[in-house]
């Protein structure tokens, strides 16, 4: 019989999901394991089928596991990157969602940035200049600039030569274009932030550029700073 701790509390399908994480983390059930039925489950577990169906659910849009067709479901190879998945993550259409964002943002850019600036070739100079170039040509238009400065962002991520980290940023694709919209969009009409956006990019191209790592870290720093006080000054 399977190792399985019996369920007690009152949010089954939770419990659930937590006790098969900690089998699996424990080596119970390894990668690439097909797991037993939901019926098999539901008896070791001792509750219903339709928790067990809830709780795997639960698995499969967190994917820590997955189901073949026609063959059941199988514990899936997880990436580090794979915990920070867009469905978990608030949509960001309020300032206060944004603002914590941001926070999140400041916390892991400033310490790839860092990275970026050491470990950056030239493929990665070239690619980031072409984005402040995309992001000045799309402010010359009257355009946010919101693709751009996502790009320069990514791109950031990319030169650290980090698996994790540039998943990372991947994952974060959808919430982090919502939260540059979401500033970017209070720019329009205000030329002078628009182009202070660029020039603060600019500023911390330069940095990388020269594998300046303290440098970059300060111009991103001063950067993500500007961010939060022009998100406080917003009425909505």
């Given at each position: 019989m399977l190792e399985i701790n019996r369920i007690q509390k009152r949010k089954v399908s939770e419990e659930i999901v937590g006790e098969i994480k900690r089998l699996i983390s424990k080596g119970v059930f390894l990668?690439?394991?097909?797991?037993?039925?939901?019926?098999?489950?539901a008896h070791q577990f001792g509750v219903s089928r339709s928790s067990?169906?809830?709780?795997l659910s639960m698995l499969a849009s967190a994917e820590i596991i997955e189901t073949r067709q026609?063959?059941?479901?199988y514990v899936r190879k997880v990436q580090i990157g794979d915990y920070i998945h867009p469905l978990v993550l608030s949509m960001v259409t309020e300032k206060e969602q944004a603002l914590h964002l941001l926070e999140m943002r400041q916390i892991f850019e400033i310490g790839t940035v860092e990275i970026a600036a050491a470990r950056r070739n030239e493929n990665d100079l070239a690619e980031l200049?072409?984005?402040?170039?995309?992001?000045e040509m799309q402010l010359k238009l009257g355009e946010s600039g919101m693709e751009a400065d996502f790009h320069f962002h990514r791109a950031i991520a990319e030169a650290t030569k980090n698996p994790l980290l540039i998943q990372?940023?991947?994952n974060l694709t959808h919430v982090m274009k919502q939260s540059l919209e979401y500033t970017h969009s209070h720019n329009v009409g205000n030329t002078e932030r628009r182009w202070r956006v660029l020039k603060e990019h600019q500023e911390i191209f330069a940095c990388i550029e020269k594998g300046d790592s303290h440098g970059a870290v300060a111009a991103l720093k001063e950067h993500l700073e500007n961010v939060r006080n022009k998100l406080k000054a917003l009425d909505h």
């Amino acid at each position: 019989m399977l190792e399985i701790n019996r369920i007690q509390k009152r949010k089954v399908s939770e419990e659930i999901v937590g006790e098969i994480k900690r089998l699996i983390s424990k080596g119970v059930f390894l990668t690439d394991q097909k797991l037993p039925s939901e019926t098999e489950l539901a008896h070791q577990f001792g509750v219903s089928r339709s928790s067990i169906r809830e709780a795997l659910s639960m698995l499969a849009s967190a994917e820590i596991i997955e189901t073949r067709q026609g063959e059941g479901t199988y514990v899936r190879k997880v990436q580090i990157g794979d915990y920070i998945h867009p469905l978990v993550l608030s949509m960001v259409t309020e300032k206060e969602q944004a603002l914590h964002l941001l926070e999140m943002r400041q916390i892991f850019e400033i310490g790839t940035v860092e990275i970026a600036a050491a470990r950056r070739n030239e493929n990665d100079l070239a690619e980031l200049k072409q984005t402040i170039l995309e992001l000045e040509m799309q402010l010359k238009l009257g355009e946010s600039g919101m693709e751009a400065d996502f790009h320069f962002h990514r791109a950031i991520a990319e030169a650290t030569k980090n698996p994790l980290l540039i998943q990372t940023m991947e994952n974060l694709t959808h919430v982090m274009k919502q939260s540059l919209e979401y500033t970017h969009s209070h720019n329009v009409g205000n030329t002078e932030r628009r182009w202070r956006v660029l020039k603060e990019h600019q500023e911390i191209f330069a940095c990388i550029e020269k594998g300046d790592s303290h440098g970059a870290v300060a111009a991103l720093k001063e950067h993500l700073e500007n961010v939060r006080n022009k998100l406080k000054a917003l009425d909505h």
